[in-house]
């Protein structure tokens, strides 16, 4: 079993910064790829960014020149860098552990991001 576990939302004014971060735990035992994805009220859950082991790197267009995903291997870490924040990124952002071989998904709980109008 994988446990994932979200930090860093809020509250920021348009054109803000936040970092989220991503750990995850207990049995880790493949390659896996890691991610962000976001659900806005009365929407569907959308991708956002994500990153493999080696460090390659996937975004979705609406956030591509503001957000940075980046990892830190060593510790199962992912960490999402977002600036310029725009009242459509509020959401609440899910960490995402994809086992490749498996195709398995482990999801954090969510943490909340609020830009202001």
């Known amino acids: 079993q994988v446990h994932v576990v979200e930090s860093g939302g809020g509250l920021v004014q348009p054109g803000g910064s936040l970092r989220l971060s991503c750990a995850a735990s207990?049995?880790?035992?493949?390659?896996?790829?890691m991610g962000w994805f976001r659900q806005a009220p009365g929407k569907e859950r959308e991708f956002v960014a994500s990153i493999t082991e080696g460090a390659d790197t996937n975004y979705a267009d609406s956030v591509k020149g503001r957000f940075t995903i980046s990892r830190d291997n060593a510790k199962n870490t992912v960490f999402l860098q977002m600036n310029n924040l725009k009242p459509e990124d509020t959401a609440v952002y899910y960490c995402?552990?994809?086992?490749?071989?498996?195709?398995?998904?482990?999801w954090g709980q969510g943490t909340q991001v609020t830009v202001l109008e």
């Open positions: 207990g049995t880790i035992f493949s390659t896996f790829v």
């Open positions: 995402n552990v994809h086992y490749i071989m498996y195709r398995l998904d482990y």
